[in-house]
């Protein structure tokens, strides 16, 4: 879920630079900042000093949002495809940050950010946490599903997601590449 924070920061952006939303400057860096710490920290599960930069960073965010007044910092199209994966497949889901670490790393995807989309999914492979749909029980089809219905999880939250309005096939087509971009 911290990593998550890196996309959420940059659909919100996004949204400040294409829609005109307001965007809080301060509760924006204190968002990256965290997730950047936790994704470039070498240290794992066991790793008290890893522990700790992972507690602050989800502190931080918490603080962030209190200052945005928002969910924003740390909420952008990876947490619409958690919520899309809840309400899709209440009985199949898989953990909330499983499911955000998953979106956050497939938005980057999205935006063309390949070499940090690469780098988040290599850091949760290196925590044993999934990077791909299949690895949490769900299908390609399935995930595309999911992708193609999170942005009605958040009415009036523009994310990557709702810039690009891929069809089902881009969207697939997208995944795909997302794949062996990650694979590789």
């Known amino acids: 879920d911290a990593l998550s924070n890196i996309s959420a920061v940059a659909d919100w952006e996004l949204a400040h630079e294409v829609k005109g939303e307001d965007i809080d ?36 965010t918490g603080i962030s949002m209190s200052v945005a007044g928002d969910s924003r910092p740390a909420s952008g199209a990876c947490h619409e495809i958690n919520h899309a994966f809840d309400l899709l497949f209440p009985q199949r889901a898989a953990s909330h940050g499983e499911q955000c670490g998953l979106g956050a790393a497939f938005a980057m995807h999205l935006r063309g950010a390949r070499e940090e989309s690469v780098q988040m999914a290599r850091t949760l492979r290196s925590h044993g946490l ?17 992708v193609e ?13 709702e810039h690009l309005n891929l069809s089902v096939d881009g969207i697939r087509d997208a995944y795909a590449e997302y794949v062996k971009a990650v694979e590789a």
Do not use: K
């Open 25 to 60: 400057g301060l509760a924006a860096a204190m968002a990256r900042q965290a997730g950047e710490a936790v994704l470039r920290h070498p240290g794992g599960i066991g790793d008290d000093s890893f522990l700790q930069v992972l507690a602050e960073g989800l502190v931080i």
């Open 130 to 146: 999934p990077v791909l749909a299949e690895e949490i029980g769900f299908t390609a089809d399935e995930f595309v599903s999911v």
């Open 149 to 161: 219905f999170a942005p009605q999880t958040r009415p009036g939250r523009y994310t990557i997601l």
